[in-house]
């Protein structure tokens, strides 16, 4: 597709039950971020993708959350037993590496995650 | 401290003025710097990056960058109230991939 594509667009959760989010990057696009961002806040980084390699998975805030990218295109961030802390909307974001640079992150529209 | 500093606004300005927005960093290792643009509701939309120091020029939009002193701004030409929205800075860390910091975002309104 010609941009980065997120489903579902909107979730509704119950607390305790775990969600899958979805990401399609852009075709080619080497690398994948996963971002939380809170109603007024910046995004907030989770993890980053090389292609199936998950490099960098620091900002995960607690054991509940999990990324894969098995064939390095399509990730899903998987976050189980959710709490209601855990509403926020999830960007997913993609790019090129190119001289041993980050080139810049095209951003998914996002999913809204509300947990009840 | 927090890794990536933004003013949070609200930064008022009047149609036809330059607004000037800026960014303190905190890690001397960032490598990639970037403005994005976000309309509420929405998501981030990339308006400028840079990756040296000095400026760096597109259309009404110019980034500067001074690693010395750890700072980024960027100066909007000719603000138009479309301009209105919040500005998100963000650097890019080499970690063993690469880990995007971004800053809280300046709201910025251009009045008509």
């Known amino acids: 597709g010609a941009g980065v594509s997120q489903s579902p667009r909107y979730k509704v959760a119950k607390r305790g039950q775990d969600v899958a989010l979805r990401c399609d990057p852009i075709?080619?696009?080497?690398?994948l971020f996963w971002y939380q961002q809170a109603l007024g806040q910046g995004p907030e980084f989770l993890t980053y993708?090389?292609?199936?390699?998950?490099?960098?998975k620091s900002g995960l805030p607690s054991d509940r959350f999990f990324a894969e990218r098995p064939e390095g295109s399509v990730s899903t961030l998987k976050i189980q037993r959710t709490q209601q802390e855990d509403s926020a909307v999830y960007l997913c974001a993609s790019s090129l590496e190119l001289g041993g640079r980050n080139q810049p992150q095209h951003f998914g529209d996002g999913t809204r995650l509300s947990i009840l | 401290q927090k890794e990536v500093e933004q003013n949070s606004g609200p930064l008022s300005v009047p149609e036809g003025a330059i607004a000037s927005l800026n960014c303190t960093y905190s890690d001397r290792g960032s490598q990639s710097f970037f403005w994005y643009r976000q309309y509420s509701g929405k998501s981030p939309e990339l308006i400028m990056f840079?990756?040296?120091?000095g400026d760096k020029e597109d259309g009404r939009f110019t980034a500067q960058l001074n690693k010395a002193s750890q700072y980024v701004s960027l100066l909007i030409r000719d603000s138009q109230p479309s301009d209105s929205a919040t500005y998100l800075c963000a650097v890019t860390l080499r970690t063993g991939g690469f880990k995007t910091i971004f800053g809280a975002g300046t709201r910025l309104f251009v009045k008509a």
């Open positions: 075709s080619g696009h080497v690398s």
């Open positions: 840079i990756y040296s120091n």
């Open positions: 993708f090389q292609n199936e390699a998950q490099l960098d």
